[in-house]
């Protein structure tokens, strides 16, 4: 073979050569990698709420439709300090992205009441009390009540005084339950007001609680903090 025709020879393989490896390289690319991905997280925050209540708040808290976290609403009939005890248990027994004790004045001793404030608090869990009673809230989606006085005896009555025409009854002597169709109405909208209920509660409670000093929210009658608990659920809604 000619000099001249050997090079050429040698040219053409380094270039079939340098081809076949840019081709293997290619593939490689294109194919998918085998490598281990690194976990990523894809459970919901859990939001746990232990209620004084065995009916009226776990059967409000448990309609609340949620698309980015769920909510284990836990309904026991314990008050004040015993209920935030309890939630301290359950907490240390399971995994809560959140905690939330929701209790009631009704005719605890101040100190009891102001206390499981506190306790809570300092285990980092929030408060949703209602002074006198959790009815409170609902009586607020339907009337501006500018806090002070209202009995919890009075509650019932109210409640049922702006439902009934609507086609709705509250049994809060019997079952205690908030059924769906009142739940609609809470979270339904206010044609007078040009609102939903339930961010017409919020304001109002809201404005209610600012007004006070809370240097003893067992005498601040009559007032919520449930706003804050319902606040924090519509973020997952």
Known sequence: MKMKDKKAAQIEAKQKHLAELAAVKARRRAEPSLERVAPTKTEKPTILIVCEGKNTEPSYF??????????????????????????????QKGSYDQVWCVFDKDQFPANDFNNAIAIAAANNFGVAYSNQAFEYWLILHFVDHQGGGMNR???NKKINEYINPLGVNYDGEGSKTITEDFFELLIGFDEKNNRPRNELAIIRAKRNYNLLPHASP????????????????MKFI
Do not use: H, P, W
């Not at 769920?70 to 939630?87: E, H």
């Not at 067992?218 to 659920?233: D, G, Y």
């Open 62 to 91: 448990g309609q609340f439709k949620l698309t980015s976290a769920t909510i284990k609403a836990i309904g026991n009939g314990y008050n004040t300090i015993t209920l935030v005890n309890q939630a301290i248990d359950i907490n």
């Open 153 to 155: 005896d009075e509650y």
């Open 218 to 233: 067992a005498t601040e009658e009559s007032s919520t903090t449930v706003f804050r608990l319902v606040e924090e659920i």
